[in-house]
């Protein structure tokens, strides 16, 4: 996601951004001062302006055992492949080929380094906080929420158009099926899954429009959730 094409056409646009960095591709003279400058702290942040724009950076101590587990995973791997070269296969911390293969230290202690250690790039200015960035970076699971909604509650699917028109109306049916799912969540507090499980058992319903008072259809036989449902849906 981040390069400093994509930077440029970003900020081209007049658009702010919020990208997650790699940060074992970062600078190496950059790897220690961000390590000194968090200190291990829990909760600690820094940021500092680089080609790609201003990189934050924070430290987890909840991160940093996670991280750790995982790295000394990855390293007994590499080990056991090094005694056994007949069963080598990619691994993190391994470097050479299968006439030589050898654990990778440089890489190790850059790990090690970094552990617990998290990194955003973003273009927003000194008065955005630190940890406003890292929130609004970490609220993504609602767009990878969205994501699984449309995919599997929703069942949305592709289609394949070819005029213009009907590639942009098929984007604003799905897009629209979405943000209705989301109303209905946060209105009724259930979840979308619950909701169409309920509106199936619908026989009868009235829509009524609150501005004219007009009466779409008649309400009848409405199971007690269903009903509870709707109410919280009018408006």
């Not at 996601?1 to 440029?8: C, G, L, T, Y």
């Not at 003279?29 to 950076?57: F, H, M, Q, Y």
């Not at 924070?58 to 000394?72: I, P, V």
């Not at 250690?117 to 890292?134: D, E, F, M, P, R």
Request: aromatic fraction near 6%.
């Amino acid at each position: 996601m981040i390069s400093k094409e994509n930077v440029k056409a970003l900020e081209n646009h007049g658009l702010n951004y919020i990208v997650g960095a790699r940060l074992g591709n970062i600078s190496p003279r950059l790897i220690p001062e961000i390590s000194d400058r968090l200190e291990n702290k829990d909760g600690a942040t820094l940021r500092i302006k680089t080609d790609l724009g201003i990189l934050v950076c924070d430290f987890s101590q909840k991160r940093y055992a996670k991280d750790k587990r995982e790295m000394e995973k990855q390293i007994a791997r590499a080990e056991k492949l090094v005694n056994d070269p007949s069963k080598a296969k990619r691994t993190k911390f391994l470097k050479g080929n299968a006439a030589n293969f050898e654990i990778n230290m440089e890489l190790i202690e850059k790990s090690e380094i970094l552990l617990g250690i998290k990194g955003y790039y973003t273009n927003l200015g000194s008065n955005v906080s630190n940890q406003t960035i890292i929130d609004r970076y970490h609220s993504l699971w609602h767009v990878e929420q969205a994501f699984r909604i449309a995919k599997s509650d929703l069942s949305m699917r592709p289609i394949f158009h070819y005029k213009k028109e009907s590639i942009e109306v098929h984007i604003l049916i799905c897009f629209m099926a979405l943000a209705i799912s989301k109303y209905a969540e946060i209105k009724t507090g259930m979840s979308l899954k619950r909701i169409i499980t309920e509106l199936r058992r619908v026989t009868d319903a009235a829509l009524i429009d609150k501005t004219t008072g007009k009466r779409v259809i008649m309400r009848m036989n409405l199971h007690a959730e269903v009903k509870k449902i709707l109410e919280k849906l009018s408006y």
